[in-house]
């Protein structure tokens, strides 16, 4: 198994979660442009706390991503910062507000996170066919 490890000045290493959050009260919010809003919106908050979405998926209400996170960044403080920053980004570009963003609650105050390990392709299959997999449990 060729495993590609990255590094830090002081440590090799490959730390990859997948994670899943919802809009607050699991709201169906995300479709049409929020939906096109979002995606380079979280690779963009990625790329600033030095992480890479590795794979994706927004459904009309939660959001399932595989994400490579440094060792020296905790998760939560990492899920903080895209769930914070992003829930800015979508009052600004959809509710029309610039400045005060004092009680914005966008996103629902918890997530799920499970380590990824050697299960890399699993996982990523599982992103990508969630949305069949949802229409499939549908009434």
């Known amino acids: 198994m060729s495993q590609l490890y990255q590094s830090l000045s002081h440590s090799k290493w490959d730390c990859k979660y997948h994670i899943v959050f919802t809009p607050k009260y699991r709201r169906k919010v995300m479709f049409g442009e929020i939906r096109k809003f979002l995606g380079p919106i979280f690779h963009e908050l990625a790329r600033q706390k030095e992480c890479r979405i590795v794979e ?37 570009q959809f509710s029309g507000k610039q ?6 609650n966008f996103w ?13 392709e699993a996982v990523r299959h599982y992103i990508r066919e969630q949305e069949i997999a949802d229409k499939g449990g549908q009434f």
């Open 56 to 92: 994706g998926h927004l459904m009309p209400d939660h959001v399932h991503m595989c994400i490579e996170i440094p060792p020296k960044y905790a998760v939560a403080s990492v899920i903080g910062f895209l769930k914070g920053k992003s829930a800015i980004a979508i009052a600004r």
């Open 99 to 104: 400045r005060n963003f004092n009680g914005e």
């Open 108 to 120: 629902a105050r918890g997530y799920t996170v499970s380590t990824v390990g050697f299960e890399l």
